[in-house]
Structures are given as C-alpha cells and as structure tokens.
C-alpha cells in the first residue's frame, strides 16, 4: 500500500470505520513507515483538541441575524449583477464607438503629417492633435508629457 492509499483512509481507520482486512493493511504499513505514523499522530492530536473544545451555543438571535445578514449579501449581489449587465450593454457599444473615432481621428492626422511636406503644414497638423482637454494634467503625468511633445514639435 502506498503512503498516499494510506493516508487517504486513515481518518476512517481511526475511526474504525474500515474492514478487519484493510485496517489490518493499514496498520501493518503505519507501523512500518514513520511517515505515516506521525499524519496518524496529528490527525489523533488534532482530533483529541476538537473533542476538548467546549461547544458554544448561540443565541436564537444569532441564527436570526445570520440569515438577515445572508438575505442581504444575496440582495446586494443581485442588484450588482443588474447594474454590471445593464453597463456591459451600454458600454461595449460606446467603447467601440469612440474607439473607431479615435482611430479615424488618428488615421486621419497621420495622413496628413505623410503629406506635409511643408512646416507650416505639419504646424497645422501638430496643432490640430493638440487638445485642450489636456492642459491641466498634473507635472510628468502621461497627459503633461504628451502635450509637451507636442509643443516640442510645433517648435521645430
Ligand atoms: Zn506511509
């Protein structure tokens, strides 16, 4: 017998809940593998603790209180479902909406900046990727840093 087999039913030989002829297996392997001895001797240590734990018995309004507690735990997730169900429609459009905006609006500069061939044109250019949202990112954030690049282009 493996230490795993063994140890797999040593709770229920313990117990003596097995056969004659497999506790005996089980015993003949215990005594003869140190391994095993010593899960049998803190499964025993653990069990003898239990059995010295006093057993509480809670209040009628802990059990009243539980199952409140319980209601609202499940009432909360449900109506959290709802709401992150309700977004995931709303969003997933508008997501792809406003990317493919941003994609055109991008598409669209790069393919002026591959004409222009003048500065005053890719200043124009420049210019026109210059958003004022972006002013008042705080110092060294990305937002500060791109509005920098860009002043530094429209510097060349
Ligand atoms: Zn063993």
Sequence with gaps: MKCQQVQRRLSAFLDGELSKKQASRISEHVSGCPHCQQEAESLTATWKQLGEMHEVDPSPHFWIKLNARIAQVEERRFSLERV????????????????????LWIGGALYDVQRADEPEVWEQVTASLYLDALDDFPAHSIGSDYVELLADQNDL
């Excluded at 977004?87 to 905006?101: C, E, K, Q």
Aim: hydrophobic content about 55%; glycine content about 16%; cysteine-free.
């Design 84 to 103: 992150r169900g309700f977004l995931d429609r709303l969003l997933v459009p508008a997501t792809v909406v406003a990317a493919s905006g941003v994609g």
